[in-house]
Structure formats: structure tokens, C-alpha cells
């Protein structure tokens, strides 16, 4: 299986310049915005997001200047919610190292993140496009609302798998929708192509989430960067959850049902284990396959070449990740 910087090796030098963009454009007179913004984008992490958008607007012909920006404008966007999330659920760890909430406190981080949101608009303004003003502007109201409605299921362990699935099309799916779909209208595509990239984007978010889901019962800390039954700890019922409980005998369906309602950590490994013995790991992670697999289809609209093959490979390497 290919590495992930193997697979974006079509457009290494775009992501450069999109870490070129992001720090002129983190840039700020107020010193702690500055050095939040150099923390979190100083983390690290995979760029999925913007490089899902670069390579969709080079396999569809883009010649232009402005997928840079909007490549570092949908980084901006998922940096605001990493900042909002860590505060809402608390969490003290994240790719390896202290939350910044952790570091800097929930105020700073609440503000900064605003501040990355209020910035990405600022530059979608300078891109000059109505329709993706509307598409990345429609995002951000979903996340919004899929964060509220995580919110609700919290710490109830009725929540259903159609509850759940919601939660995460609105919450992780839809940006990598909008930055595929953002990239498709760059590149001037027609409709079909344009709803194929925002299906190819959709479809990707949520196995991309659902395998998430698996690493938080069957991941190694250190791998993931974050701590292992951080879910359950803030009493949040996903999908192997759901299928355990399903699956699992009277005693251990009660098991998971207090340890959801109480956020409790003390029967995590008896809890990892029914998880394991019901079959929940396998069965969610043959749902992200089936996304995967749908994704990989609605490649079909886009032209054949170095930056759709990268597309597909992006899609059978996800099911394959251990972090």
C-alpha cells in the first residue's frame, strides 16, 4: 500500500505553496494569534482536505492561481474546528502533542478559531466566486450544526446508527465534500463532474470518520496522537458502540450503556473487548469500505491521469490506516 506522500506526489510543490500561503496569511499584529496559528498548523497533520481540492482541480484541466488560497482556506476552516472541538470535548492531546486549549486555554483557542474562519473569508473574497462562496459558506453552516447535534447524542446510548451516520456526513464529511466540489468549480466543470468530485468528497469524509471510530478501540496512542477511548470518555456512542451493543449479551450491551452514560473510563479494556469479540471493529470498518468503494466509482466522471489515479489511491489507502 502506497504512502500517503507517495500518492500526492503529483502535486508536492501546490502543497508547499499552500504552507507558503498559510503562514503569510496566519500572519497577524496580535502576538497570540500568531503564535496559536503557528501551534496548531505546526502540528502537522495529513492536508487531506486541501490536497483532495488541488487534486481535483488539476484532473479536471485548472490552469489558474486561486487553488492555493482556497486549498489554505479549507485548512483554515478545519483548523477552526479542531480549535472549537478540542474545547467542546475537552481533550488534552491531539497528533502527539498538548491540545491548544490545553496549552493556551479554551478562551484563546475559542477566539483564534473564530478569528481562522473569519480569515478564510477574507480570502475567499479574494478568489472572486460566488459559487464557491455559497458552497464553502453552506459547509460551514452543516459543521455548525453537526457539532450541536453530536452535542445532543452525548452521553446517550440510544443514539442509532441512521442518528449517528447523520452526525457524521454534517460534521467530518461535508468538508472534504466542499473542498472536492471547490475544486471541481475552479476548474470550470460541468454539472456531473461538479456532483461526482462533491460525492468523491463525501463518501471519503465519512470513511474516513467511521475509520476513526475503529482506531479509538483498536489504535496504539502513540500512532493515532491522541488517547486511545477518548470517545467513550466523552460519552460519545459510535458506530462500534452501536453495532456492540447490538451484538453483544444482556450484561454486556448494559456494560456499554453506563460506561456511554457516565463517560467512564474504568471498563475500557473489558469494554475494547466486547467491541472486539462482537465483530463491531470488522463491521465498521466494512461500512468505510463500502464508502471508499463509492467514492472510487464517482471517480469515473473525472479525466484519467496522474491526479485521478492519486484520487483512487487516496480512497484504498484510507481503509488500510492505522493513525
Do not use: C, W
Amino acid at each position: 500500500m502506497q504512502k500517503i506522500s507517495d500518492l500526492l506526489a503529483p502535486i508536492a510543490g501546490d502543497m508547499n505553496a499552500v504552507d507558503a500561503v498559510i503562514r503569510s496569511r496566519l500572519d497577524s499584529d496580535v502576538v497570540l494569534i500568531r503564535t496559536i496559528g503557528d501551534y496548531i498548523i505546526g502540528a502537522g497533520g495529513k492536508r487531506m482536505r486541501p490536497a483532495m481540492l488541488l487534486l481535483v482541480s488539476h484532473a479536471l484541466g485548472y490552469q489558474g492561481d486561486h487553488h492555493h488560497l482556497m486549498a489554505a482556506v479549507v485548512e483554515f476552516i478545519h483548523t477552526a474546528t479542531l480549535l472549537h472541538d478540542d474545547v467542546v470535548d475537552e481533550s488534552d492531546l491531539r497528533r502527539g502533542r498538548r491540545t491548544a486549549n490545553a496549552v493556551f486555554g479554551n478562551a484563546a483557542s475559542v477566539l483564534v478559531g473564530d478569528y481562522l474562519y473569519s480569515r478564510a473569508f477574507e480570502m475567499m473574497v479574494d478568489v472572486d466566486s460566488m459559487p464557491i462562496m455559497k458552497i464553502m459558506s453552506g459547509a460551514t453552516t452543516v459543521i455548525a450544526e453537526g457539532e450541536v447535534l453530536q452535542l445532543l447524542n452525548v452521553h446517550d446510548p440510544d443514539v442509532s446508527e441512521a442518528r449517528y451516520l447523520q452526525v457524521v456526513r454534517f460534521k467530518t464529511a461535508k468538508l472534504f465534500e466542499a473542498a472536492a466540489e471547490a475544486g471541481a468549480v475552479l476548474a470550470g466543470a460541468n454539472l456531473a463532474q461538479r456532483e461526482a468530485a462533491a460525492a468523491y468528497g463525501r463518501h471519503i469524509g465519512t470513511a474516513f470518520q467511521l475509520v476513526d471510530d475503529v482506531l479509538d478501540y483498536s489504535g496504539d496512542v502513540n500512532a493515532l496522537g491522541k488517547n486511545v477511548g477518548d470517545d467513550l470518555r466523552e460519552g460519545k456512542n459510535t458506530l462500534p458502540l452501536i453495532i456492540a451493543m447490538q451484538r453483544g449479551t444482556p450484561q454486556e450491551k448494559e456494560t456499554i450503556r453506563h460506561a456511554i452514560e457516565n463517560g467512564e473510563m474504568v471498563k475500557l479494556n473489558e469494554i475494547i473487548q466486547i467491541v472486539r469479540r462482537t465483530g463491531a471493529l470488522e463491521a465498521t470498518r466494512h461500512l468505510a469500505s463500502t464508502e471508499a468503494e463509492r467514492a472510487i466509482a464517482a471517480l469515473s466522471y473525472l479525466p484519467k491521469g496522474p491526479y485521478q489515479e492519486a484520487l483512487h489511491g487516496l480512497a484504498a489507502q484510507l481503509l488500510s490506516r492505522r493513525h
